[in-house]
């Protein structure tokens, strides 16, 4: 059922006495949230004073905070085509259950979302059996093939709020800058995977002593800088709007920054995975760590950790990629890349948080606020009038991931029997609860 489609007999709702956090207006503060037909009222210290609707529900909220909603920009769903591996409907319960109300989903399926009929086609399929919004992006070029760009005017026309290369890489750079360019027109977001698959070859993690020593052949750091600096500077020759999907090394940070420094219209997101583990997790070959971009060296990590909490990076994604046994399941070198982390998007980004390297609001700011604003949507915010699109969470509940937990129908985190302290008690889509915790 559609979380959005209400019926007039539900109660207003006041979460009363929280914790308050709303970068959309730099507010972190003792308040209360107060939600009547979808929408909401008021949230912050005043609404601590103001009357409480009549027939309203009012949820103690005192040792909790009140957020807006998680935007996950970068999710795979394996639906249509890979329906064993992930469905709208397994992907929105484990994104609800992790305090993420919108998903944006990529358009690697089979067939591939490059034709307005097969997003809206998305669109219907999510509208029926989805409990939290799906918007999808649509491929960058035909069949990802990187050499001609889709229909970019009919394709958002038909609902698509940006085109990706998603998994795949544009190496012509006249492609990729016909694309921005045509993009600037339809103020379109041109997302793409900074990755030169030459400098990649084989590799199956990051290059360096940790490779060597388990003998996997390297993927190396400027593998990603190389393109990622090719694509800045299309970027500021088309004059469009780029963005990079993920990335992953201390090199790609310090572009971001030179790039914001140039004025050129450029935004990155990071996953959480490679703000909270590093090559070392990968241990005795552990296919759960097998992702792309490879997990990099601890250096990195900090760097990325850094870059994001200075504003060089933007946004933090789950870059959730569902992996069955059949794909996992294999030696290292043949395993499939991915991992799975919508449902654990906030409580690793908390991670950060306690451990001093990023304030709630940043961290707020890069998961839910901003991510709506590059795609514009109306959500990462608590301001009156907004979708009522809400988190509650524990920030100190202590807890420990177990398979049994796992809500999305493929079972490949890397965050299995993770310690966290930080988890969701309630989410609300358009004022509806569409995950309550134990």
């Known amino acids: 059922m559609n979380p959005t489609r209400r019926t007039a007999d539900e109660r207003p709702l006041v979460l009363d006495r929280a914790r308050v956090v709303d970068p959309s207006r730099g507010l972190d503060a003792l308040g209360a949230v107060i939600v009547t037909g979808g929408v909401i009222r008021a949230a912050g210290p005043e609404a601590l004073n103001q009357g409480r609707p009549d027939g309203a529900e009012v949820i103690d909220c005192s040792g909790l905070v009140v957020a807006p909603g998680l935007v996950d920009m970068r999710v795979f769903v394996g639906e249509p085509g890979y329906d064993h591996r992930e469905t709208f409907a397994s992907a929105s319960r484990a994104a609800a259950s992790g305090g993420v109300t919108t998903i944006v989903t990529m358009p690697d399926t089979n067939p591939l979302i490059d034709e307005p009929a097969l997003v809206d086609y998305v669109l219907r399929r999510a509208r029926d059996t989805a409990v939290v919004r799906v918007h999808p992006m649509a491929a960058l070029t035909k069949g990802q093939a990187g050499a001609e760009m889709t229909e970019f005017g009919l394709l958002k026309e038909a609902g698509a709020i940006g085109f990706t290369s998603g998994r795949s890489v544009v190496t012509n750079a006249m492609v990729l ?38 003998g996997l052949t390297g993927i190396p750091a400027e593998a990603e800088s190389v393109m990622l600096a090719r694509d800045l500077r299309l970027a500021r020759l ?71 909490a200075d504003g060089a990076i933007d946004v933090i994604v ?46 707020f700011e890069a998961t839910a606020t901003r991510p709506a604003r590059l795609v514009g949507l109306d959500a990462g915010t608590l301001s009156p009038g907004a979708p009522a699109d809400i988190v509650v969470f524990d920030p100190e509940e202590p807890w420990v991931l177990s398979e049994a937990d796992v809500v999305s129908r493929s079972k490949n985190t890397p965050y299995e029997g993770a310690r966290f302290s930080g988890r969701v008690r309630r989410t609300l889509v358009g004022g509806r609860t569409v995950y309550v915790g134990s």
């Open 177 to 214: 800058r016909r694309a921005l360019t045509y993009a600037r027109d339809f103020d379109g977001l041109v997302c793409h995977l900074p990755l030169d698959p030459d400098l990649a070859g084989s590799g199956v993690m990051n290059e360096g002593d940790t490779s060597v020593r388990l």
């Open 238 to 308: 088309a004059g469009g709007r780029y963005h990079a999907s993920a990335v992953s090394t201390a090199e790609a940070a310090s572009l971001m920054a030179w790039a914001k420094d140039q004025g050129i219209q450029a935004t990155s997101a990071v996953p959480i995975t490679h703000l909270t583990l590093n090559e070392i997790d990968v241990g005795a070959y552990r296919t759960f760590f097998k992702m792309s971009p490879p997990l990099r060296r601890e250096d990195d990590r900090l760097a990325l950790v850094k870059a994001l």
């Open 318 to 363: 789950s870059n959730h990629d569902p992996q069955d046994v059949e794909t996992k399941r294999q030696p290292f070198a043949e395993a499939a890349d991915g991992a799975i982390a919508v449902e654990t998007l906030l409580s690793a980004g908390l991670r950060l948080v306690h451990a001093g390297d990023l304030p709630l609001l940043r961290l």
